[in-house]
């Protein structure tokens, strides 16, 4: 039998399992599973990665004119900015408001062609990254109109008319936008939204319009309460049509505020932040065809474009809000550990703490090295969806723990409201970032492995489109090349995975052990995927450690990447850390994994399977404490990893900020004086004894600064007095001068 018989034959004696095996498909699962490309993720998860196509990603660059931003607009934004204020005030003050307006920051994505500043993704990213690092209320602001909206809608599907009216306009904020696509009984599945437009036609100056009658009821709609332009997502229905033929698919329309039946709703207020938010609602509204985006032809169309425009923009602003928070939290905790002394020590040389900045460090070095590498990617005409969802679930998580970690060294500072708390807002805000855009629990257990396994395995979007098309001999081509692939990834996982491609000095052996952990990752995925067929798809919990594991390698490599691109040998320790935390944590989920899988005899393979994974350990306490040591001791270290740290106008960032900068100047003695004042609370007595007083000074009311927590007013009106009762007799204590 040749082998064109023979993918025939085996083709036809798998089409009836495979048609049960794999797991129904809708159109709007298609589209998500669809959109955008696959970049060196489809490598990792193939157990296959070339570090030489790692490398072909050019490194991160800004041109003349986003340097030029950066320095300017948005570092006097930052100075504007006061976090308690703002959080007091429930909203941006005016003059913020129209520095943004002033100065494009609503059109970033924009071209420059049509009024916006024309900014890569990287520089999109760095502006988002830069304001959150000191008021997310402000990044959140600027964030939304550059996001998944109207303006990138536009750019993409627009009609020439719809362009040439609102582009320009909503990069000199003219127009602001939101985008209204959560409902009140479809939030995470948000492809089920009720809202519901009929196709209709009505009279308008004396001619007949065709457009949709939609009701609609949305929520959590960030800027909506200021927009003047509404991005909508509906169903559209013709019921001129038969039934089973009247369903036309979710559409996205323009609505100008204010529009007759649309209404704007009282304010939501997410984790009590400042940023503007609310509901949308409308009955029977009229949206005339020239308001759907991309015309009638695009009636039906919503769904894809907006899976399209996530698969690059979920990759953006909220990864940079995570790195933002991871940013700050490890600069606070550094600075506060240095400046903060218990037990006669700055209170960063005890190892819990030491510990503490250690993992944060290497956290963010490595999530930090995704978002950027993602960023090149899309610079470089990538539009990675499986990636994107991997930075919008690990940076917020990462940024979610580094400020809870920096509560725990904050300790009572941490917990105390007011101008001077550093983290207070961020700790109060985390969550935000975790639920949106793709909640992390659902982005996590379906999306990142489900969207993975179709587009990152080599095989099995050509195995399911040979079901569909019930092409027997694509079927069995395609079984036999996934057969080798198995075979393959079974003997790397057995005998040892060969490095393929260059990598920088120095990361040899992690590039080694990243290969090593990517074949059994591979053969793992398909042994899963072939035990449980389309059954996985509903074990989440088996999902959600496929898609960790995915996750981790993504990590690990954009670290070999990042260190190739910096070239600076001072983080060559943080970076081999960052990479061993996420082999060691692939390496315990992939055990985690296999113990939990519903097959014996799996269960009794995995220590062969899984050989050479349990030396991964990745820090041992004296690297934490040498990690430590030197974010403490150099302090170029630390700068390279908070680089978009930025400086308030005023607060507890801004005062930690100065108070380091008094020490910089002082060098050791600013120690001494440190601990002079555990036997001498005069802080002028104690800056008298210095070399320099006047510095000295100045360096120990700034540190008090720091040190210092917020009071405010106690209650108008009096407490409340307990009227006395008297203790009973048996109870009564004697007059000590009463003679018996």
């Not at 993704?121 to 600027?142: E, G, L």
């Not at 257990?445 to 979007?461: D, E, M, T």
């Amino acid at each position: 039998m040749g082998l064109t018989p023979f993918q025939r034959w085996l083709g036809r004696t798998a089409m009836p399992f495979f048609r049960k095996a794999l797991p129904a498909m809708g159109d709007t699962e298609r589209a998500a599973l669809e959109a955008g490309t696959v970049g060196f993720e489809g490598q990792l998860f193939a157990g296959r990665p070339d570090f030489d196509a790692l490398l072909a990603i050019p490194p991160n660059r800004l041109t003349p004119a986003e340097h030029a931003f950066l320095d300017g607009p948005v570092r006097d934004l930052i100075g504007m900015l006061d976090e308690f204020a703002i959080d007091t005030e429930g909203d941006l003050p005016a003059a913020v408001w129209q520095h943004l307006s002033r100065h494009r920051f609503f059109g970033m994505i924009i071209p420059t062609e049509q009024g916006g500043l024309g900014f890569s993704h990287h520089a999109h990213a760095t502006v988002v990254a830069r304001i959150a690092s000191v008021n997310v209320a402000a990044a959140v602001t600027v964030m939304v109109p550059n996001s998944l909206g109207p303006a990138e809608l536009l750019l993409r599907y627009g009609t020439d008319a719809q362009k040439a009216h609102y582009l320009e306009r909503l990069a000199d904020g003219r127009e602001l936008p939101c985008f209204g696509l959560t409902s009140p009984y479809a939030g995470s599945d948000a492809a089920s939204i009720p809202d519901r437009g009929v196709l209709t036609e009505r009279v308008i100056d004396g001619r007949r319009v065709r457009g949709f009658s939609v009701t609609f009821d949305k929520r959590y709609i960030t800027l909506a309460p200021v927009a003047t332009v509404v991005g909508l997502a509906f169903q559209a229905v013709d019921l001129t049509r038969p039934d089973g033929e009247q369903e036309l698919g979710i559409t996205c329309a323009l609505l100008p505020v204010p529009t007759p039946g649309m209404e704007i709703g009282r304010r939501h207020r997410p984790m009590d932040s400042a940023f503007m938010n609310g509901p949308v609602r409308g009955e029977n509204v009229f949206v005339p065809m020239d308001w759907v985006i991309g015309g009638e032809q695009q009636v039906g169309q919503g769904w894809r474009m907006l899976m399209e425009c996530l698969a690059a923009g979920r990759a953006i602003s909220l990864p940079a809000m995570g790195a933002a928070m991871q940013q700050t939290a490890l600069f606070v905790m550094n600075g506060y550990g240095q400046i903060r002394e218990q037990f006669g020590l700055p209170i960063a040389k005890f190892h819990a703490i030491a510990a503490l900045l250690a993992r944060t460090a290497a956290d963010l070095y490595a999530t930090d090295a995704a978002r950027r590498y993602t960023a090149a990617a899309l610079d470089a005409g990538q539009r990675p969806s499986v990636a994107s969802a991997i930075l919008k679930v690990h940076l917020t998580e990462a940024g979610r723990r580094a400020v809870v970690h920096g509560m725990d060294v904050l300790g009572g500072k941490g917990i105390i409201s007011g101008p001077s708390n550093l983290l207070g807002a961020a700790y109060r805000q985390a969550p935000i970032a975790i639920t949106v855009e793709g909640a992390n629990l659902l982005t996590r257990s379906l999306i990142i492995f489900g969207q993975g396994a179709v587009r990152c395995h080599p095989h099995v979007l050509d195995e399911m489109a040979a079901v569909q098309a019930d092409d027997a001999q694509a079927l069995g081509a395609a079984l036999l090349a996934h057969g080798r692939h198995v075979l393959r990834n079974l003997w790397a996982s057995l005998a040892g995975a060969p490095l393929q491609g260059r990598v920088p000095k120095g990361l040899q052996k992690e590039a080694r052990l990243i290969a090593r952990v990517s074949a059994k990752y591979a053969l793992t995925a398909d042994l899963a995927m072939g035990l449980l067929g389309g059954k996985l798809k509903r074990m989440e919990l088996l999902s959600a450690r496929l898609g960790d594991v995915l996750s981790n390698l993504y990590l690990a490599s954009a670290s070999v990447w990042r260190y190739e691109q910096e070239a600076d040998p001072a983080l060559l320790p943080i970076a081999r850390a960052a990479i061993r935390v996420q082999l060691d944590q692939a390496a315990a989920t992939l055990r985690d994994l296999y113990a939990n899988l519903p097959s014996g005899a799996l269960r009794l393979l995995a220590p062969l399977l899984l050989s050479g994974t349990r030396h991964l350990a990745p820090l041992r306490d004296r690297d934490l404490v040498a990690l430590a040591e030197s974010l403490r001791d150099e302090p170029a270290v630390l700068a390279r990893l908070c680089i978009d740290v930025g400086t308030p106008r005023s607060g507890g960032l801004r005062d930690l900020k100065d108070a380091l900068d008094q020490a910089r100047a002082l060098g050791d003695e600013a120690a001494r004086l440190n601990q002079a004042l555990r036997h001498n609370h005069s802080l002028e007595d104690v800056a008298s004894h210095s070399r320099n007083p006047g510095a000295a000074l100045a360096y120990l009311r700034a540190a008090a600064k720091v040190i210092r927590v917020d009071d405010f007013p106690g209650p108008v009106k009096p407490a409340p007095t307990v009227p006395r009762v008297p203790l009973p007799t048996a109870f009564a204590v004697p007059d000590p001068l009463e003679v018996p």
